[in-house]
């Protein structure tokens, strides 16, 4: 897909296609207007037919409008003027490319980023315009095959823009928009490959490939003998059941002018498939378990999304990469083993293994001394009971860093909400058989998982994400969301633009 940005009348516009927004009831846009008056009222004729009343994501394409140059008119339903917000700008963007896809209109003129989206600016508009475009005609398809493609797909869109003075702003919109679609697609195609693809060695090789391809960037990758040497005892409790082999994946970013800038450090959970170990799980729902890695896929995307926009920003990526499964080497209920930090963990149940292949993940990230560690993993289904699909959970004993993130996520449509990390809910994990146990009962589950975290992160500045209700989705749409690539990269642009970073 190709964007670009203009400024330009409606009417002078020869395309095959421009798109125009239209509120209820029937009330034209400005540009609506303006074309409108030039076709003699031809628009809103039809409009006073009763055709379009302009509810959120009605369609009508109108075709050889009088006295303009473009092939096809689409007007698009965008709801109550006065409601227009963030969600109903997607919405209405999704529904204009998806038409413009299947209507045989190979490129447009768009003139929905001239609507009034509340508190948002030209390059908010455009930004989430291409990432829209991109989340909308995204496809896997890999692994099928016949693919059903479009015969005339979108391949050129143009967003216009109010004033000439403008389009500066709108041209780097579009750059930033681009890396984070390209994060995102990044994300997405790693959490949406089946588990006998995507393994351990299988993230390994996406890191050493990112890495061939870019100067500034050095993979690293721990094997389990490494993890031993380190005395990784918890993560490699986790991996033993399993015959793929775990890794621990580094990927290190030198942006900053200065090399010895404190990293910024983002640790991803990576299961490529969690059954439970010998805590099984039920076998409804089960193969949604390869998304266990929607943590890793998070800040690979990320990572990608930074570099591609070369932030000069020094940042590093470690995932911890394994598979949970029941075997004879297993980990047992009642094991105790040691982490790299020396605390002792009694596993209570083998699918509480998140907490576990990150503990000694924060600990070995200590080594790069960090500026802030952030990680993200699909770490409780308490989470989803919490707070469902529309907002990743948010951890942190740092509370400027925490209030970046939800700065972060409201800027980038890609909410976070936060959860208390009080002492009161350390208790829940005591044991008489360890310093910790691995579970902390029902109650709080979320934040008893984050209590558990917090006592690997001491030495740095530290949040968690739990986006076990907004990596994937379930049912019908059922795939990886490419989430919280956009909150991410979002804080990861803001710290590359203040002093501090
Ligand atoms: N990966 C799961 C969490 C999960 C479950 C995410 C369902 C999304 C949907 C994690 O490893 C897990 O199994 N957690 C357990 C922890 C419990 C045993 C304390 C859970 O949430 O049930
Ligand atoms: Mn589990
Ligand atoms: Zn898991």
């Known amino acids: 897909m190709e964007f670009s940005v203009k400024s330009g009348s409606p009417e002078k516009q020869r395309s095959a296609c421009i798109v125009i927004g239209v509120f209820e009831p029937r009330k034209l846009s400005q540009v609506g207007e303006q074309l409108d008056e030039v076709s003699e009222g031809y628009i809103s004729n039809i409009l006073r037919r009763g055709d379009l009343e302009g509810k959120l994501g009605q369609v009508l394409l109108l075709h050889n409008v009088p006295n303009t140059l473009c092939d096809r008119v689409l007007l698009i339903g965008c709801g109550k003027e006065r409601d227009f917000g963030d969600s109903q700008y997607k919405k209405v963007m999704a529904k204009a490319i998806t038409t413009l896809n299947e209507t045989g209109s190979m490129e447009a003129v768009c003139f929905l980023s001239e609507l009034n989206v509340k508190g948002r600016d030209i390059y908010w508009k455009v930004k989430h315009a291409v990432e829209a475009t991109q989340d909308c005609l995204y496809t896997f398809d890999t692994l099928k095959s016949k693919t059903d493609t479009a015969r005339r797909p979108l391949r050129k ?58 100067d500034k960037i050095d993979c690293n990758i721990l094997e389990e003998e490494d993890m031993r040497e380190l005395g990784m005892g918890a993560f490699l409790a986790v991996s033993q059941g399993s015959a793929q082999p775990g890794k621990l994946i580094c990927l290190e970013y030198k942006g900053a002018t200065d090399p010895n800038q404190q990293p910024i450090v983002l640790v991803g959970k990576g299961l490529t498939f969690d059954s439970g170990g010998i805590s099984i799980k039920p076998s409804e729902g089960m193969d949604e378990m390869k998304f266990d890695m929607g943590g890793s896929a998070g800040v690979f995307g990320a990572f990608v999304a930074a570099t591609q926009l070369d932030l000069p920003i020094n940042l590093v990526m470690a995932v911890a990469a394994a598979e949970n499964m029941p075997s004879g080497n297993a980990c047992r209920p009642g094991d105790v083993v040691t982490t790299m930090s020396g605390q002792t963990v009694e596993i209570l149940n083998t699918d509480a293994e998140g907490r576990l292949v990150l503990c000694d993940t924060l600990t070995y990230v200590e080594k790069y001394d960090p500026d802030v560690v ?51 809910y350390q208790e829940q994990l005591n044991t008489n058989f360890a310093d910790m146990a691995n579970i902390g009962g029902r109650p709080a589950g979320t934040i008893t998982a984050g209590c558990f975290l917090a006592r690997y992160t001491k030495k740095y500045h530290w949040a968690h994400l739990d986006v076990a209700g907004t990596a994937w989705k379930s049912g019908k749409a059922k795939g990886s969301t490419g989430r919280p690539v956009p909150l991410l990269t979002q804080y990861l642009i803001d710290r590359s633009q203040s002093k501090s970073a």
């Open 374 to 424: 952030i990680d993200v993993a699909t770490l409780t289904g308490a989470c989803v009971i919490a707070l469902g699909a529309h907002a990743s959970g948010l951890l942190s004993t740092h509370n400027p860093l925490a209030h970046d993130l939800l700065n972060a996520g409201e800027a980038a449509g890609d909410r976070a909400w936060r959860l208390p990390l009080w002492d009161e």
């Open 157 to 214: 869109l143009i967003f216009n823009v109010t004033t000439r003075r403008d389009l500066t702003l709108g041209e780097q919109a579009i750059s930033a928009g681009l890396a984070v679609a390209e994060g995102v697609k990044f994300a997405k195609d790693l959490g949406n490959m089946p588990p006998n693809i995507c393994h351990p060695t299988y993230l390994a090789e996406q890191a050493e490939k990112i890495a061939a391809e870019n």
